[in-house]
């Protein structure tokens, strides 16, 4: 199953006093929009961490393309770019009105008690969905 991409509607306090979306607030999109990708694949982060796992990000990259303003709603496409065992790479695609507003990269380690851990013996079946979306 292909998740949904993720809306974010842009709130008055994530504009600059230009009343362009702060450049900051994309990452924060890009958050909610792997949780709820994540989510649909039935293995949020929530139950990922009731298990023990946590998934911390490891590096961000954002090519930012057009602005967007208060009240545009953003959609987010959440796809995996590249996975290992030990990582994941989330590619985002933002557009709003038709148009590329940013284009990024996430990447996540899975730690268990601080140490790394692989996702595909920790979650099986949740490497093989990820996998299968690359």
């Given at each position: 199953m292909e998740p949904k991409p993720y809306r974010h509607e842009v709130k008055y306090y994530e504009c600059d006093r230009m009343g362009i979306t702060h450049h900051s607030n994309y990452i924060r999109f890009m958050e909610e929009?792997?949780?709820d990708w994540m989510d649909q694949l039935g293995y949020g982060f929530d139950?990922?961490?009731?298990?023990?796992?946590?998934?911390?990000?490891?590096?961000?990259?954002?090519?930012?393309?057009?602005s967007t303003t208060f009240k545009d709603v953003i959609e987010i496409a959440?796809?995996?770019a590249e996975t290992t065992?030990?990582?994941i790479i989330f590619a985002y695609t933002m557009t709003c009105r038709g148009r590329?507003?940013?284009?990024?990269?996430?990447?996540h380690c899975?730690?268990?008690?601080?140490?790394p851990v692989s996702l595909e013996k920790r979650f099986p079946?949740?490497?093989?969905?990820v996998s299968m979306l690359k």
């Open positions: 929009a792997r949780v139950r990922m961490e009731a298990e023990g796992v946590v998934s911390p990000v490891v590096s961000v990259d954002c090519r930012y393309r057009h959440v796809r995996v065992p030990l990582k590329t507003v940013c284009s990024a990269t996430s990447t899975f730690l268990e008690n601080g140490r079946e949740l490497y093989k969905q």
